[in-house]
Structure formats: structure tokens, C-alpha cells
């Protein structure tokens, strides 16, 4: 249940080190979601339905950096509308493509891949060891990420853009590049969130199946400080609170199952709460348009 928002989250992180603040994951997660189940409906292949949700998500990246880093415009708002676009868009063509259902149309998904001995080993084996591949390639990443923010020299790059982008341009890093550069992979993540909750969880598309994931995602970042672990693990509290209340549906304790669904929001709405009185820092450009001095 955390896979898709680790993906989202990590992409979030990079984008936002460089100064860009992306409220659109829902919408990014959600077209990789539908473009996953359409290319795995026309080729019978999961992987080409993860390609095509890659693809959907660099587009949507694309788009949203054409709008906020060439244009400026305000990337509150502009997230926001992708968001709204995403949801329309995305059940339009759902209803236009396989038509109106009783039923949702099912594809091919991915199965799970048990890890060979460690995966026989009681208790924790089949908990950390029996998953898609989409899980091992999110906890995977976890730790390249980290690696390439905090210990190479395009991490730096990025943390600097972040900071002081003006500064960051004098010493030669092309700043506007950059940030196109992490629009771009902060999409391809989100695109293949969307695909783990469409191919590996559900095989099928249903209208705004994201169900706030994005925004879940969104304070994982804040949760995390801006760290690829923090925010993976803030990722997995978050997973753990949406299992937890499908299993209380499950259990029929007694209670109405809307107070079981708010659980992960209400987490979220808390956490942020919390962890914004902490004052964390966020980066000091974050949110903050830039233009270059020849530009003028």
C-alpha cells in the first residue's frame, strides 16, 4: 500500500529540492493509472502498460514544467488544475476506450515474485520478501536517490538550485534545465505510482482511483524533511494506516466505514500539523519563480 506513495514521494523530494512545488501528483498519478491499464489492454503486457504510464507521467511533467518554470505561472494553481483536468480527462476516455461497465475492464498486472529462501522464512518472509516487482524497485530506489542527493555532485547541483538559484547560475548550473530535468523525473515516478496501484493492486482502472494518494504524498515530503528515507518511511506510516482501516472494514467492528476510510487523511492532516510546528525548513527558493538576469 506505500509503494505508490514512495515513488511519488521521491520524485516529489527531487523536484522540490530544486525549488519546484508540485500539488499535481494526483493528476500525474492518475493518467499513469489509466495510461497503464490502456497499454496493457491493447498488448496483453504489463510491461507495456508501464512504459505507457512512464510515458503519460513524462508528459505531465512536461506540461506542468512548461507552465510553471518557462511560464511562471503560479504552481499552486497550475497543480491544483492538472489535478481537476487529470480526473475529467482520464474518465472520459475510460468511458470512451471500454465503454460503460458493469464491471471494470480487468488486464494482465503484475505477479508477485517471491525472493527466493528469503521469502521461506517464517513471518517476516512473505511481509518483506513476496511482492511485486514494483515494490523491490521502490525500496530500491530509496536508496539510490539518497545516495545521488546527499553524495554526488548532481545532488548538490540540485540542492543548490533549490536554495539560492541565482547563485547556482553564476557558478555555470543551468538552473531552467534542471528544473525541467526534475519535472520530468518527479512524472516518470509519478507514472509509475500510478501503474502500481493499476497493474500490481487492482488490474483495472476505476475513476479516481488515486483517491488523494498525491496530497498523501505530498506530506510525506514535509513528514521526511525533504529526505528520500524520511519521506519513504513517513511513506510506509501512511500505507500501514490504509491497510489498517481495510482491515477494520474487514473485521466489521461496528462503526461506519467512512470513519475507517478518513484514517490516512486524517494522519496526514495531523503529521503536517505537527511536523510544520517543528519548523522545519523547507528549500528557501521552493514555490519561488525564477528568471534569468539576461532574461531582463
Given at each position: 500500500?506505500?509503494?505508490?506513495?514512495?515513488?511519488?514521494?521521491?520524485?516529489?523530494?527531487?523536484?522540490?529540492?530544486?525549488?519546484?512545488?508540485?500539488?499535481?501528483l494526483?493528476?500525474?498519478?492518475?493518467?499513469?493509472?489509466?495510461?497503464?491499464?490502456?497499454?496493457a489492454?491493447?498488448?496483453?503486457?504489463?510491461?507495456?502498460?508501464?512504459?505507457?504510464?512512464?510515458?503519460?507521467?513524462?508528459?505531465?511533467?512536461?506540461?506542468?514544467?512548461?507552465?510553471?518554470?518557462?511560464?511562471?505561472?503560479?504552481?499552486?494553481?497550475?497543480?491544483?488544475?492538472?489535478?481537476?483536468?487529470?480526473?475529467?480527462?482520464?474518465?472520459?476516455?475510460?468511458?470512451?476506450?471500454?465503454?460503460?461497465?458493469?464491471?471494470?475492464?480487468?488486464?494482465?498486472?503484475?505477479?508477485?515474485?517471491?525472493?527466493?529462501?528469503?521469502?521461506?522464512?517464517?513471518?517476516?518472509?512473505?511481509?518483506?520478501?513476496?511482492?511485486?516487482?514494483?515494490?523491490?524497485f521502490?525500496?530500491?530506489?530509496?536508496?539510490?536517490?539518497?545516495?545521488?542527493?546527499?553524495?554526488?555532485?548532481?545532488?548538490?547541483?540540485?540542492?543548490?538550485?533549490?536554495?539560492?538559484?541565482?547563485?547556482?547560475?553564476?557558478?555555470?548550473?543551468?538552473?531552467l534545465?534542471?528544473?525541467?530535468?526534475?519535472?520530468?523525473?518527479?512524472?516518470?515516478?509519478?507514472?509509475?505510482?500510478?501503474?502500481?496501484?493499476?497493474?500490481?493492486?487492482?488490474?483495472?482502472f476505476?475513476?479516481?482511483?488515486?483517491?488523494?494518494?498525491?496530497?498523501?504524498?505530498?506530506?510525506?515530503?514535509?513528514?521526511?524533511?525533504?529526505?528520500?528515507?524520511?519521506?519513504?518511511?513517513?511513506?510506509?506510516?501512511?500505507?500501514?494506516?490504509?491497510?489498517?482501516?481495510?482491515?477494520?472494514?474487514?473485521?466489521?467492528?461496528?462503526?461506519?466505514?467512512?470513519?475507517?476510510?478518513?484514517l490516512?487523511?486524517?494522519?496526514?492532516?495531523?503529521?503536517?500539523?505537527?511536523?510544520?510546528?517543528?519548523?522545519?525548513?523547507?528549500?528557501?527558493?521552493?514555490?519561488?519563480?525564477?528568471?534569468?538576469?539576461?532574461?531582463?
Open positions: 500500500m506505500a509503494t505508490p506513495l514512495i515513488l511519488a514521494a521521491i520524485g516529489e523530494v527531487y523536484l522540490e529540492r530544486a525549488g519546484i512545488l508540485n500539488l499535481g494526483e493528476a500525474m498519478m492518475l493518467l499513469g493509472a489509466f495510461f497503464g491499464v490502456l497499454g489492454s491493447l498488448s496483453g503486457s504489463p510491461i507495456i502498460g508501464l512504459l505507457s504510464a512512464i510515458m503519460a507521467g513524462l508528459f505531465a511533467g512536461l506540461i506542468f514544467g512548461i507552465w510553471v518554470i518557462s511560464l511562471r505561472a503560479n504552481q499552486i494553481v497550475t497543480g491544483a488544475a492538472m489535478n481537476i483536468a487529470a480526473l475529467g480527462l482520464t474518465s472520459f476516455l475510460s468511458r470512451v476506450i471500454f465503454g460503460i461497465r458493469t464491471l471494470p475492464t480487468q488486464v494482465t498486472g503484475f505477479k508477485e515474485w517471491p525472493i527466493p529462501i528469503l521469502s521461506d522464512i517464517p513471518v517476516i518472509g512473505r511481509i518483506l520478501f513476496y511482492h511485486t516487482p514494483l515494490v523491490y521502490a525500496l530500491f530506489l530509496v536508496i539510490i536517490m539518497t545516495f545521488i542527493l546527499f553524495r554526488t555532485t548532481w545532488g548538490l547541483k540540485i540542492r543548490a538550485i533549490g536554495e539560492h538559484p541565482r547563485a547556482s547560475e553564476s557558478v555555470g548550473i543551468g538552473v534545465s534542471w528544473r525541467y530535468g526534475m519535472s520530468l523525473l518527479c512524472g516518470g515516478l509519478c507514472g509509475i505510482a500510478g501503474a502500481t496501484l493499476s497493474l500490481a493492486q487492482l488490474t483495472t476505476v475513476d479516481n482511483m488515486t483517491a488523494g494518494r498525491g496530497f498523501i504524498a505530498l506530506a510525506a515530503v514535509i513528514f521526511g524533511r525533504w529526505n528520500p528515507i524520511g519521506a519513504s518511511a513517513a511513506s510506509l506510516v501512511f500505507g500501514a494506516t490504509d491497510a489498517l482501516q481495510m482491515r477494520f472494514q474487514a473485521f466489521s467492528v461496528g462503526l461506519p466505514p467512512d470513519i475507517f476510510l478518513m490516512p487523511y486524517l494522519l496526514t492532516l495531523v503529521g503536517v500539523i505537527v511536523f510544520r510546528s517543528r519548523r522545519t525548513q523547507a528549500p528557501v527558493a521552493l514555490a519561488k519563480p525564477y528568471k534569468r538576469e539576461d532574461a531582463y
